[in-house]
């Protein structure tokens, strides 16, 4: 029996001629932007502000911002805002949900996530139960 033939898992990679593959950088500032999206949330008038370490506890996201608010007026313009400032630092928005619902908006920028809730929102998701075992983090430092 011939060995002309040899299983494709026991072949290393190949890479064309000249090719260098690094390992992603960590994005500069992901601390800073959550810190940011956290003061955003402030400068809106937002309640209960927490900022969840989420580095050890999911590879997704490094950091969640978590908000109450007390109207949908509130929370479309703390978004926007947030999407503004934060497309502006190069960190612009990927992702978006809750646009038609009226307890729970959320954008995402990659490392950092942010949650708008209505308090009855808030305590429907439960985010601080959820990830009880991520970090809190002070952002008004």
């Given at each position: 029996?011939?060995?002309?033939?040899?299983?494709?898992?026991?072949?290393?990679?190949?890479?064309?001629?000249?090719?260098?593959?690094?390992?992603?950088?960590?994005?500069?500032?992901?601390?800073?932007?959550?810190?940011?999206?956290?003061?955003?949330?402030?400068?809106?008038?937002?309640?209960?502000?927490?900022?969840?370490?989420?580095?050890?506890?999911?590879?997704?996201?490094?950091?969640?911002?978590?908000?109450?608010?007390?109207?949908?007026?509130?929370?479309?313009?703390m978004?926007?805002?947030?999407?503004?400032?934060?497309?502006?630092?190069?960190?612009?928005?990927?992702?978006?949900?809750?646009?038609g619902?009226?307890?729970?908006?959320?954008?995402?920028?990659?490392?950092?996530?942010?949650?708008?809730?209505?308090?009855?929102?808030?305590?429907?998701?439960?985010?601080?139960?959820?990830?009880?075992?991520?970090?809190?983090?002070?952002w008004?430092?």
């Amino acid at each position: 029996m011939s060995d002309s033939h040899e299983n494709p898992e026991d072949q290393p990679d190949a890479l064309p001629a000249g090719e260098v593959v690094t390992a992603p950088a960590a994005p500069a500032g992901t601390i800073e932007d959550a810190l940011l999206v956290a003061r955003i949330a402030d400068d809106f008038r937002g309640a209960d502000i927490l900022l969840l370490d989420m580095q050890k506890i999911t590879a997704i996201v490094d950091y969640f911002v978590i908000v109450t608010v007390t109207s949908r007026r509130q929370m479309k313009a703390m978004a926007e805002e947030s999407d503004v400032v934060m497309k502006k630092r190069g960190s612009p928005r990927l992702g978006a949900e809750g646009e038609g619902e009226t307890v729970w908006m959320l954008r995402d920028y990659g490392d950092v996530v942010l949650h708008i809730f209505t308090p009855e929102g808030r305590e429907l998701y439960a985010l601080e139960e959820l990830w009880a075992d991520a970090p809190r983090l002070s952002w008004q430092e």
